[in-house]
């Protein structure tokens, strides 16, 4: 695929450079106390948390690096994570969600308070504190890469040796407005990740606002990538109907392997 273009089943650029906004984001999805409203947002990021903390403290998976593609503006996905990979790589498509991570990570002030959300996992796992946590993600993070799953390289023009493990939440349907372009991105994104090596993606089945499309996992889809399903977790929306910003049934939590005899 040509660096320079994008097929135009991806979304336009501007619709997120322009128009996401970070803050109003994490304010309404990631804060604990939330409205009745935001229930299943709470939920799902519970969800998250309860899911990945399972899969990474089970001692099955470690390595040398591992890549969020699509990290948005939060870090609450590698908060489990990055006790068990020594490089952390972090990226995004918009640059307001890659400067708000760096604020974190340059503890400026004004950066989002993820602490409540390192308790939670520290309650789950009871081997850390959350200023554990802090020191160990500062420690391991480089800088944020910005991310184009339209490109055959994500990452272009930077490289980024083949990761141990490749982790994304609520990114691919957000970005692929139709399956071709799904399976196109997700397969640009299994290509990062060395033979053997882990995927994780987490996101929501039957959505018809906040993202564009439905999306459904079945194996051929997985086959055809050279990836193994290990685990499939669903948990269901309570509140469907009383949620005015996004729409979807259940969300997912999805982890596989890639088989050891694909490039």
């Known amino acids: 695929m040509d660096h320079e273009s994008k097929p135009s089943t991806f979304l336009p650029d501007e619709t997120y450079q322009n128009k996401f906004d970070p803050r109003t984001y994490l304010g309404y999805c990631y804060q604990f106390a939330q409205s009745p409203e935001q229930s299943d947002n709470g939920r799902f990021v519970k969800f998250v948390l309860s899911q990945l903390s399972s899969t990474f403290s089970s001692g099955k998976y470690k390595g040398q690096r591992l890549i969020e593609v699509g990290t948005g503006p939060t870090l609450h996905t590698v908060l489990s994570a ?5 490089e952390i790589v972090l990226s995004d498509y918009v640059e307001a969600n890659r400067r708000e991570l760096e604020k974190w990570l340059r503890a400026e002030e004004g950066h989002f308070d993820w602490s409540a959300h390192m308790q939670f996992v520290c309650n789950l ?28 390289n994500p990452f272009h023009p930077v490289t980024v040796e083949p990761a141990d493990c490749i982790l994304s939440s609520l990114c691919l349907e957000a970005a692929c407005p139709d399956r071709d372009a799904y399976r196109r991105a997700l397969g640009n994104v299994v290509k990062l990740l060395r ?31 050279g990836l193994v399903l290990q685990e499939f ?19 997912y939590c999805l982890v596989a392997h890639k088989n050891m005899d694909s490039a």
Do not use: M, W
């Open 82 to 86: 990055c006790a068990h990979y020594e």
């Open 125 to 152: 796992e009871g081997t850390r504190t959350p200023e554990q946590i802090s020191n160990t993600l500062r420690q391991k993070l480089g800088p944020v890469l910005k991310c184009d799953l339209s490109l055959e």
């Open 195 to 225: 033979p053997g090596g882990l995927l994780v993606l987490i996101g929501d089945l039957e959505e018809n606002f906040y993202t564009v499309g439905v999306h459904r996992f079945n194996a051929d889809t997985l086959s055809q990538l």
């Open 233 to 251: 977790t669903t948990l269901p929306a309570e509140n469907r109907e009383q949620n005015h910003k996004c729409d979807f049934e259940a969300s």
